[in-house]
């Protein structure tokens, strides 16, 4: 069964943005894309670094540290130096709620 968990209101986080919380001991980053919502894991699997504090193009979010792409749809490395993916998990909106699927 499919256990969704609330992150955030809707129109809390604004397009373009994303806010940080933490389930289960793992940090995800929920992102609003242009009113579409994405939840990947906030931790590059190069060495680390915290993928909130770096940049959106497109469909990837840029690590900071080395520069790294992943796909915020899919989790995918997309670009060295990382070459193992993040966890993405399933996003809904539900009564004004962002809710994230606890499961990848
Ligand atoms: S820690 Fe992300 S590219 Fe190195």
Redesign the pocket.
Known sequence: MSNWITVADENEIPPGRWKVVEIDDTEIMIINKDGEYYAIEDI??????P?SDGELEGDEII??????HFCIRTGRATVP??YEDIAAFRVRVHEGKVQVCEEE
């Open positions: 590059c699997t190069h060495d680390g670094g993928l690590c900071p540290r080395h520069g790294a130096p990382a």
